[in-house]
């Protein structure tokens, strides 16, 4: 996944001149200090969703869990999601540096070296399975280092090959609400890949939008986005309009299979008219504007929906407390 800014370009015809300016101006100064280099490395925001996903997973699992084994599986999953960000960013350093949205981060800035992020990064990670191998379970361990191998071998070299790249940086964002139920069941049931499948469609016009946006920043970084590909738009617009009608059932097959109660789905199905509706406007018009609309939209969809999943959650969610497993100590009577 790419990393969200606030910072938006101007559209693809005002020409190169408005955007000469802003390059010495974003540039980052090593005064900034350790903390916010760190925050950049590691895409702090964005690993907040990531973060923010896990619990919702863990929450809406049927399965009750101690508050303690919440707090381990964020530490790890947050450890290892660090890690990926670093990994990613040390591969594109050079094309990070072409693109004005990044050209600011530690790397391409020369505020911090490859090897010094190399190793920190190769650390985390190795502390984030630790940590959710030994205090959660073997089951989210597996989910997070694949997930991480998935982000840096296969979806990093993608991104400036193939259009393709999206769908599994999607496949990515999917997978941390897996963990969170993981971490509560022990396995990985309907409702983990009905979350799942809800973050995996959520990114395509959320990202697809972003990347609409910056259009002609993902062309000088040299990465093979669909709106770069696709000139007009036109394709881009219709995933972003189909991928947000889908939204709609997802959110009641939520409902449908007891992962949510009805006021859940209803609220799901309102977003998702909202998205759809956005999307349409986007398919009508192409323009910056209209994609921004549907990114903010996007940005109001996840923590809405999910959010009403937490408070009316389903029958499945009626279930007593995980016994707490024998120890290896035999009690004498």
């Known amino acids: 996944m790419e990393n969200t800014s606030n910072t938006t ?132 361990c597996v989910l997070a280092l694949a997930n991480l191998l998935i982000y840096v071998i296969v979806y990093t070299p993608l991104k400036p090959r193939t259009t393709l790249n999206t769908l599994v940086g999607a496949i990515c964002g999917s997978i941390p609400p897996m963990i969170g139920w993981a971490a509560a069941t022990n396995d990985i049931s309907n409702g983990a890949w009905m979350l799942g499948a809800i973050l995996f469609v959520w990114q395509l016009p959320h990202f697809f939008s972003l990347a609409m946006m910056y259009k002609d920043d993902y062309e000088r970084g040299g990465f093979a986005m669909l709106p770069v590909v696709d000139e007009r738009g036109e394709i881009t617009a219709q995933v972003i309009l189909v991928t947000s009608l889908i939204l709609v059932p997802l959110g009641l097959s939520a409902t449908a299979l007891g992962i949510s109660g009805l006021l859940s789905g209803l609220v799901a199905i309102i977003l998702g008219i909202m998205m759809s509706v956005l999307a349409l406007g986007l398919y009508r018009s192409r323009t910056v504007q209209s994609a921004r609309r549907v990114f903010f939209g996007s940005l109001a969809y996840l923590p809405i929906v999910l959010g009403a999943m937490v408070v009316d959650r389903g029958s499945i969610a009626e279930s007593p407390q995980r016994p707490v497993q024998p120890t290896a100590e035999v009690e004498v009577q």
């Open 9 to 140: 370009e101007a559209p693809r015809d005002e020409g190169p001149e408005p955007r000469a300016e802003p390059r010495t101006r974003r540039r980052r100064e090593a005064r900034d200090g350790i903390v916010p280099n760190l925050g950049e490395l590691s895409k702090a925001r964005l690993n907040a969703l990531v973060l923010g996903t896990t619990a919702v997973g863990f929450a809406l699992a049927p399965v009750q869990q101690p508050a303690l084994v919440l707090f381990w599986t964020l530490v790890g999953t947050g450890l290892v999601a660090a890690a990926a960000s670093m990994l990613n960013q040390l591969v594109e350093m050079d094309r990070d540096g072409r693109m004005l949205r990044t050209e600011h981060r530690p790397l391409p800035a020369g505020l911090v070296s490859r090897r010094a992020v190399f190793v920190l990064s190769i650390v985390l990670a190795y502390a984030g399975v630790v940590v959710l191998g030994l205090k959660v379970n073997l089951l989210t």
